[in-house]
């Protein structure tokens, strides 16, 4: 419900909430910090702990051709650590078990950004937490139920059909009905399998040290694509079994490919993915092995070209994935 930002003020700098109140958009002083390295990293976790939160009880589940409403006991994580725990439990929906793993990093992030920072910061972040939490039952409580909010001019409205958060493509519609078709043709079995190996992608994604990867939610997989379409060069793929069972994408795999242009004589022509060679696992990998074969890779089209030279039945060069196809010599 609530965006953030920071403003300089008298040598510190304000951490701001900024929300729609009874009489239009608001501003309050969350709490003063030391400077902007302190600020950024807090305010960051706020606005993603915010949109994470707000998002999923601002939309309406399609699945099945019907409407209904998501779960909201996730609200209770902002002010209950005890309940941070059933944010990485449960298999409602792929695109909901999804933000939920969102949210429990964002809050976690939040809890690192702040560990150092004085106590009277600790105690205004909680409390921050706390109204955030609040406000949001009350729109919810007031929507679903007729239940008016308590009288205060200060108080922060939740608008259903628009809320008052920064956005992302995971919280995106696209994204939501992407995900729900994935799941469509699955039963609850698949689904729970699915979650799972979402979480898996998203946790290697995020403990990894290469930033250029990217997380192709809609398409179960984790690229690390150095020079985008760029001629001549590599890009790795890690995909997850899709939960749909007559998909051909049925196992996990890495896969090394290279970008080929579409016309040889034209220089800034298209290119095509040419697949190289393919590591198919009939089990599911560790998160260590994931993370380690995205660190080594970490955008280095000379590693990942000397991984395409990889021998078929060899593991590529300092990871456990052994080459289990080879597509072009």
Same mark, same amino acid.
């Given at each position: ?5 920071q ?13 729609q109140?009874p009489?239009g ?5 969350v ?12 305010? $960051?976790?706020l ?8 998002? /999923?009880?601002?939309?309406?589940d ?10 909201? $006991?996730?609200?209770?994580a902002?002010v #209950? ?7 990485r ?7 909901y ?6 949210l429990?990093?964002?809050?976690? #992030?939040?809890?690192?950004?702040? &560990?150092?920072?004085?106590?009277p910061?600790? +105690? ?6 706390e ?14 139920e007729g239940?008016?909010p308590?009288? !205060? ?19 995106? #519609?696209?994204?939501?009905?992407r995900?729900? %078709?994935?799941e469509?043709?699955? =039963? ?6 699915? *979650? ?8 290697a ?7 250029? &990867?990217?997380l ?18 590599f890009?790795l =793929?890690?995909?997850? /079994?899709?939960p749909?069972? =007559?998909? /051909? ?10 970008w *080929?242009? !579409?016309?040889?004589?034209? %220089? ?6 040419d697949?190289i ?6 089990? +599911?990998?560790?998160?260590?092995e ?24 060899? /593991?590529? &060069? ?12």
């Amino acid at each position: 419900m609530t965006i953030y930002s920071q403003h300089p003020s008298r040598g510190k700098v304000q951490i701001l909430a900024t929300y729609q109140g009874p009489s239009g958009v608001l501003s309050a002083t969350v709490t003063s910090v030391e400077n902007q390295a302190v600020a950024g990293p807090i305010v $960051d976790a706020l606005n993603r702990v915010s949109a994470y939160t707000t998002v /999923p009880v601002s939309v309406q589940d399609e699945r099945d051709d019907r409407y209904r409403r998501y779960p909201t $006991d996730h609200i209770d994580a902002l002010v #209950d650590p005890e309940a941070r725990l059933a944010l990485r439990v449960g298999a409602h929906s792929l695109w909901y078990q999804h933000v939920m793993l969102r949210l429990a990093n964002a809050l976690k #992030d939040l809890d690192e950004a702040t &560990a150092a920072a004085p106590s009277p910061v600790r +105690t205004a972040i909680a409390a921050e937490l706390e109204v955030e939490a609040r406000d949001l039952r009350h729109g919810l409580a007031e929507f679903s139920e007729g239940v008016r909010p308590p009288t !205060d001019e200060l108080r922060r409205v939740w608008d259903n059909d628009a809320p008052f958060v920064t956005s992302e493509e995971a919280l995106s #519609d696209a994204t939501r009905h992407r995900l729900d %078709e994935q799941e469509d043709e699955g =039963d609850a079995a698949d689904r729970r399998r699915a *979650v799972a190996d979402l979480q898996l992608l998203y946790d290697a994604y995020v403990k990894s040290t290469n930033t250029g &990867a990217r997380l192709e939610l809609g398409e179960f997989l984790v690229e690390d694509d150095p020079w985008g379409d760029e001629r001549d060069n590599f890009f790795l =793929d890690i995909s997850a /079994p899709l939960p749909d069972e =007559d998909s /051909p994408q049925d196992a996990w795999s890495v896969g090394i490919y290279r970008w *080929v242009p !579409d016309d040889p004589d034209e %220089e800034y022509g298209a290119a095509s993915g040419d697949s190289i060679l393919a590591c198919r696992r009939s089990t +599911t990998p560790d998160l260590d092995e994931l993370v380690n074969l995205l660190n080594l890779s970490s955008g280095d089209n000379a590693q990942l070209a000397a991984w395409a030279a990889t021998p078929l039945g060899e /593991p590529l &060069a300092g990871t456990t994935f052994v080459v289990t196809a080879r597509h072009t010599d």
